[in-house]
């Protein structure tokens, strides 16, 4: 049964940054967002409030977080027996047979709003075949560049994905340069989620953590990064 999860990425005096980030990471991701949106062939205005929309969704959804798979594994907990002795306790202890929990759980605007928005550009856009071959290409680079930390969770550079991905894009796409930026964004994305992410669960599972939130971070996770790079990238090469 799914479940949603409220979890905030920051609390006390950091919070107020971290807003002030998130507001200004608005307004360049609208920017970025309606660019992709009219490459991939929309009217301007309509991908403009898409982008808009897009945006403040995954801005106020970064706090939740949807489970979608509850793992058990047996663990030994170390208990506590109390015995009084003329009225003063003595603790003993010994190991009880227990389980851990770990949830698995999607972040709604870190993660689920980026692969939406994915798929459908990859709908939307032609040569479909080549896109998939550059989100192939970024599942085998993300798999061999990211780490799993513990107490951290997955590491990579943020710069890796949208590098390799708008060079794959421009390699790809070099007599087609609008699709530049759009096929980065995409391959960056669906490339960071599976190879970096979801091909690392099981490494992850080992630490048991009680939550693993893919996309966990909301607007400055790892995903959401990479994708917005990745079109900046991908509009300087046009730039050029």
């Known amino acids: 049964m799914k479940r949603i999860l409220i979890v905030s990425p920051v609390r006390g005096l950091m919070l107020p940054i971290y807003v002030i980030l998130s507001l200004l990471l608005?307004?360049?991701?609208?920017?970025?967002?309606?660019d992709i949106l009219v490459y991939a062939g929309l009217p301007s205005g309509i991908g403009y409030a898409l982008a808009v929309e897009i945006s403040f969704l995954s801005l106020i959804t970064s706090s939740l977080n949807i489970v979608v798979k509850e793992f058990k594994s047996p663990a030994i907990v170390p208990e506590y027996e109390v015995v009084y002795v003329f009225g003063f306790p003595i603790y003993i202890p010994r190991l009880e047979r227990s389980y851990v929990t770990t949830l698995l759980a999607f972040n709604v605007?870190?993660?689920?709003?980026?692969?939406?928005?994915?798929?459908?550009?990859?709908?939307?856009?032609?040569?479909?075949?080549?896109?998939?071959?550059?989100?192939?290409?970024?599942?085998?680079?993300?798999?061999?560049?990211?780490?799993?930390?513990?107490?951290?969770?997955?590491?990579?550079?943020?710069?890796?994905?949208?590098?390799?991905?708008?060079?794959?894009s421009y390699l790809l796409f070099f007599n087609d340069p609008l699709l530049i930026p759009t096929s980065a964004y995409v391959g960056s994305v669906i490339g960071t989620l599976i190879g970096a992410d979801l091909l690392n669960i099981r490494r992850i599972l080992e630490a048991r953590p009680q939550l693993i939130s893919v996309g966990g971070m909301g607007t400055f996770d790892g995903i959401f990064i990479s994708g917005l790079l990745s079109i900046f990238l991908g509009q300087l090469i046009l730039s050029i």
């Open 26 to 34: 608005l307004i360049i991701s609208i920017n970025y967002f309606k």
């Open 109 to 168: 605007g870190g993660a689920v709003i980026p692969l939406l928005l994915s798929l459908t550009l990859l709908y939307l856009l032609p040569h479909k075949l080549l896109i998939l071959l550059n989100i192939i290409i970024m599942i085998i680079i993300s798999k061999s560049f990211s780490k799993v930390v513990n107490g951290v969770g997955v590491v990579m550079n943020p710069l890796i994905a949208p590098i390799f991905s708008v060079l794959t």
